[in-house]
């Protein structure tokens, strides 16, 4: 029987990057993995993961019916799995209406839970969603915003609560009895040999510093851009322009004024002093 470690962010804050760079590391090849083949899938919320393991069509089912099955789908998922298991998810840390961790403890090894400075992932969103910015400032502020939450179709993946940017980061750090390890969007910029190296090791796989620095390697923006260019990116929304489109820290200062970003900061100000987004002075950071 294996366990989950679950690579957790908010959309648009270093999850595919994270899962292009481990990868490549498991992989270990002489060139870069193709993205349309990354590990670290299918996401938690994929519907067809959920119809496979339940054997019921979730589009038979209700909201509430979906939440109450799905801690179900990750245990039997990880007591399948000889191996321990690497998932992407998006889903703020919430239970199901009966109160169950929606992603089940039983199955959990721990989380390597990503976080990026909101007035970017603001910008990035925005991008990604082909949506104004002025709809996403209050989808990051919302405490009941959720994710592929459309009526209007039917999506390949369930609906994820996300909650406001703070909640869902609040979610994930500060559970009970989860075993965290908290990494920045900007230190895996800054840094990269210490971010990365930090997730190998919590993942409990075998650490190699040439190993390390190839796969950062093979990982970069430049790659990832250019692969996208000449074969396209399955996760890419479909009215989107690009899935990578910058990857830069501090992008929001080209996109956003002064009223928009005061409007985030305000909103999120406690969670952003936490780490670091602000300093002393309320002063923003990256």
Same mark, same amino acid.
């Given at each position: ?20 760079? !481990? ?25 067809? !993961? ?8 979730? &589009? /038979?089912? +209700? ?32 239970? +199901? ?10 199955? +959990? ?25 002025? #709809? ?50 900007? *230190? ?17 796989? /075998?650490? /190699?510093?040439?190993?390390?620095? #190839? ?6 923006? *430049? ?16 009215? &989107?322009?690009?899935?990578?489109? #910058? ?18 900061? &305000? ?11 602000? /300093? ?7």
């Amino acid at each position: 029987m294996g366990k989950i470690y679950w690579i957790a962010s908010y959309p648009k804050s270093g999850n595919t990057w994270t899962r292009t760079f !481990l990868t490549n590391y498991w992989r270990n090849l002489d060139q870069p993995v193709d993205i349309n083949e990354l590990e670290g899938g299918p996401i938690a919320s994929a519907r067809e !993961l959920f119809d496979e393991s339940v054997g019921i069509e979730s &589009s /038979d089912l +209700t909201s509430a019916e979906i939440e109450r099955l799905r801690p179900r789908v990750y245990r039997e998922v990880a007591e399948n799995s000889p191996e321990n298991l690497y998932l992407k998810v998006h889903d703020a840390y919430t239970c +199901t209406p009966d109160g169950i961790p929606l992603l089940s403890k039983e199955a +959990t090894a721990g989380a390597i839970y990503l976080i990026r400075n909101p007035l970017d992932v603001l910008v990035s969103f925005a991008h990604h969603s082909a949506r104004p910015v002025e #709809k996403m400032i209050h989808a990051l502020n919302d405490p009941n915003y959720a994710f592929v939450n459309s009526p209007n179709r039917m999506h390949n993946q369930l609906v994820q609560k996300l909650l406001t940017w703070s909640g869902h980061v609040l979610s994930w750090v500060d559970e009970p009895g989860l075993n965290v390890l908290v990494v920045r969007y900007e *230190d895996m910029h800054r840094d990269p040999e210490s971010a990365f190296g930090a997730m190998v090791r919590f993942a409990g796989l /075998d650490f /190699d510093e040439d190993r390390l620095r #190839k796969a950062i390697r093979f990982s970069s923006f *430049d790659v990832l851009q250019s692969q996208e260019q000449e074969h396209g990116f399955g996760e890419k929304m479909p009215f &989107s322009e690009s899935f990578f489109r #910058k990857g830069k820290i501090g992008s929001w200062r080209e996109q956003l004024s002064d009223e928009q970003a005061a409007e985030i900061v &305000s909103g999120q100000r406690a969670v952003m002093r936490r780490f670091g987004y602000l /300093d002393e002075q309320d002063q923003i950071v990256f």
